[in-house]
């Protein structure tokens, strides 16, 4: 339900909004509003998804009848992955090329009624099921197609470029490029909300398996099994840096949110708000996928039970990774722009090397940054104009998606400590310890570069790993008030195994939550 509901109002809703004029707003937006008129996106083609600007879907203006006329001239061109367009839809805006009088004006989105008041399918569109999934089956993703669809010359949504009656076409964007970046804007708040279902699936699914974990008993000291397998190191190493890690992510969020929702009007800040949302999306998407893999895992076989919600998450993980930006080619992106922005960040050199001082480690992450960045912007520069593209695409891949995530992940941490900066004072020892915790673990993450790169020496490196398990030790005992500051109540939880689960097996259940 989250994932339409984000179509709903944020893509559809949110691209009629922004893009759209008063004609658009007043026959629409209330319908938005209440359901009454369900939309989907139309972006994504079968042939082009991350490459979105060469879509084949064309919008021909036709002066004689004052139309524009919509056509799927290939099968490459038919959208692809069009949530809410299988069932609910009835409006779709259509990501086209524009022609007028024979001239290429860009890719403008056009609005194009796909079903009708009883939702019958209109005349001249194709609309397939995608099939079914690895998940998120309660997701109606659709394909359209479009032979020749006529709609009305006021669907062309106009807030920066226009076509009047007789095919003159004005604009407020001077590039065909801008124009598409402009259009296609609403993927970034879209992000931001992909960012924020992959938390939600993350605290669901660390709760679960915390829960279960501090209940679940086996052997212990005396041979009897009368301890939570949460005070197992195993159990705590598995779970906790996963913990620490989504709170980080968090306060990263927050501020990704609050940069987005706040930004400058003159669009001063817009690229930096872009690089940022990319970012945190993938994090977030990365993230859910190593704790809903890890907490099925260390749930045994009860987190195999479908249940108990943990498959779920998997599945939501995957879909996280992949829609509005597969994750590595935003990586691309964000180390692209990082990279044309970048200027060294401050450092201390003199920083004595100590595990246990945050401020030690955050400086390892600004230094990791800069090293990075430099030295892809020096390769890039000793390939020159005309090795640029293979050096990028074929030969340092590794670099650009590992200076993409030192940026990101350095982000979090500044978001981190100047959210304990902020914090009331009860709550900032346990979110100092949280802090450290997430630190240490992207230094476990990444100790061979560290080390190898000298930035980290090696007698310091070989101890990293027992002070992230001191750090786990430390916050264990505080991991079900962690988990209960997410305010997930039961109801939302549902899975019988972060609740009585040994009443839910009284009885046949059949593997059914009642």
């Known amino acids: 339900m989250a994932t339409k509901m984000t179509v709903q109002f944020n893509l559809f809703g949110g691209t009629v909004l922004k893009l759209g004029t008063k004609r658009h707003h007043d026959k629409l937006l209330a319908g938005i509003d209440t359901l009454e008129d369900i939309g989907c996106f139309g972006l994504t083609e079968l042939g082009y998804g991350n490459n979105a600007i060469e879509m084949e879907t064309t919008a021909t203006y036709d002066k004689s009848t004052q139309e524009f006329i919509i056509n799927t001239p290939t099968t490459l061109a038919q959208k692809y992955w069009i949530t809410n367009g299988a069932i609910h839809a009835k409006h779709i805006v259509v990501f086209a090329q524009l022609y007028v009088d024979g001239k290429h004006y860009g890719i403008h989105g056009v609005l194009v009624r796909i079903r009708d008041d009883n939702m019958k399918v209109m005349p001249g569109v194709r609309v397939e099921d995608m099939g079914y999934k690895i998940g998120l089956n309660g997701v109606d993703n659709a394909k359209l197609f479009f032979d020749n669809v006529r709609v009305p010359r006021e669907n062309l949504l106009n807030r920066y470029s226009d076509v009047a009656e007789d095919g003159s076409f004005t604009t407020s964007i001077e590039s065909n490029r801008k124009r598409f970046l402009t259009v296609a804007d609403q993927l970034l708040s879209g992000r931001i909300c992909i960012a924020s279902m992959s938390q939600g699936g993350s605290k669901t699914a660390l709760t679960i398996a915390l ?304």
């Open 211 to 514: 829960r279960y974990a501090a209940t679940r008993l086996t052997v212990g000291p005396k041979g009897q099994s009368d301890t939570p397998i949460l005070n197992y190191q195993l159990q705590q190493r598995a779970l906790l840096p996963l913990l620490a890690t989504t709170y980080a992510i968090n306060f990263g969020l927050d501020y990704v949110k609050d940069r987005w929702a706040f930004q400058n009007e003159d669009g001063s800040e817009h690229q930096e708000v872009v690089t940022m949302c990319c970012a945190i999306k993938t994090l977030a998407g990365w993230n859910l996928h190593d704790v809903a893999s890890t907490a099925r895992e260390r749930c045994g076989g009860q987190g195999f039970l479908a249940c108990n919600g943990l498959g779920i998450a998997i599945a939501s993980a995957h879909a996280s990774m992949t829609a509005e930006g597969d994750n590595c080619v935003l990586m691309q992106k964000v180390a692209q722009e990082r990279l044309m922005a970048f200027t060294t960040l401050p450092v201390d050199d003199e920083k004595k090397e100590d595990l246990s001082d945050v401020t030690y480690l955050h400086n390892l992450l600004k230094k990791r940054e800069n090293t990075m960045f430099m030295t892809l912007g020096m390769k890039l520069m000793a390939a020159g104009k005309d090795g640029r593209f293979d050096t990028w695409m074929y030969k340092e891949s590794d670099l650009v998606q590992g200076a993409a995530r030192a940026y990101g992940e350095r982000l979090v941490s500044e978001r981190f400590a100047a959210t304990i900066s902020a914090a009331d004072a009860s709550c900032q020892d346990i979110l100092q310890q949280i802090y450290h915790l997430y630190l240490l673990t992207v230094m476990e993450r990444n100790l061979g570069w560290f080390v190898t790169s000298g930035t980290m020496s090696v007698d310091t490196g070989a101890k990293v790993n027992a002070a992230a398990a001191d750090a786990c030790r430390v916050i264990a005992p505080q991991t079900l008030n962690l988990c209960e500051a997410f305010a997930i109540t039961d109801s939302m939880l549902s899975a019988p195994i972060a609740r009585d689960w040994v009443e839910y097996n009284v009885r046949d259940n059949q593997g059914e939550v009642i």
